[in-house]
């Protein structure tokens, strides 16, 4: 446990040279969806709270995007009413299932999510991974609409650190959700390319809007849709990022997985 701080440390200090003296003006990078450059790239609450980031992205319509998800096995969350929410409540305290349940609203550009999709773990909706969208561009590079998306994992319900109020709490590898979501579209066959816009940018002790910490290198996965749902039987194509970028990336891959280590 000491050697793993020890070495985060000193990670961390070569890290901090590198990324706040060397480096900044390169992470900004926009080469394969422009029109993103300038966007926010983190949510918020209807308070105005900084909440969960940026780290995902769809690239087609939104028949593309619905069908692309329910191929991937991820379900529309139900829209939050008076009967989700009793329904929800007693998933949680009686372990029932419900692979739809709602979840909280979050607000990108002023706007509410336009689509939220989760997959279960477990029997409850105690614990879900999920993903709110939003469509930013109608028209985007490959003149397809684009979607900015925050993916996470609900660990358990509990008392926000913040408001106080009954919520879930989301865990602190926001990266790997984006990963499972990549990771079950491309085994459906629904991604035809993969490439990357800087987001957040690094962030190592994030809050979001309840007050949970987060971790992430920071990136927006872009996944481009196959168009109607058409089944594609190769790997999708990945575009390349700048190489500084990419050195950013492997330094920061090894920070992380200091981190995790150090919180065992």
């Known amino acids: 446990m000491r ?3 020890v070495a985060l440390v000193s990670v961390l200090a070569v890290y901090g040279v590198i990324a706040y003296l060397l480096l900044p003006s390169f992470w900004r990078h926009y080469e394969h969806q422009k029109k993103l450059d300038g966007l926010p790239m983190v949510t918020v609450t209807a308070q105005g709270i900084p909440a969960d980031p940026i780290n995902v992205g769809l690239v087609g319509s939104s028949g593309d995007v619905l069908c692309a998800m329910r191929e991937a096995g991820w379900t529309p969350a139900d829209p939050i009413t008076l009967r989700s929410s009793l329904e929800i409540s007693g998933s949680v305290l ?35 991974h999920h993903v ?8 985007g590079e490959e003149k397809r609409p684009v979607w900015l998306g925050a993916a996470t994992f609900d660990r358990g319900v ?14 602190p590898d926001v990266d790997a959700d984006r990963q499972l979501i990549e990771t079950d579209l491309q085994a459906a066959g629904m991604i035809e390319a993969r490439y990357t816009v800087a987001g957040v940018g690094p962030t190592l002790r994030g809050r979001n809007g309840e007050g949970d910490l ?29 190489a500084a970028n990419e050195l950013k990336d492997a330094i920061w891959k090894n920070i992380a997985d200091l981190y995790r280590r150090s919180q065992q």
Not at 132 to 139: E, P
Not at 214 to 235: F, I, K, N
């Open 3 to 5: 050697r793993a701080l």
């Open 94 to 128: 009686l372990d029932r299932p419900y692979p739809s349940a709602p979840v909280s609203p979050l607000y990108y550009d002023g706007r509410r999510e336009e689509f939220a999709f989760e997959k279960p773990v477990g029997k409850s909706a105690d614990q879900r």
């Open 132 to 139: 709110r969208l939003w469509m930013v561009l109608k028209d």
């Open 158 to 171: 509990g008392f926000s650190h913040y408001t106080g109020a009954v919520t879930h709490h989301i865990g």
């Open 214 to 242: 987060y971790y992430t290198d920071g990136e927006v996965w872009m996944l481009r849709l196959v168009e109607g749902c058409a089944r594609r039987h190769s790997p999708p194509v990945i575009l390349s990022g700048p």
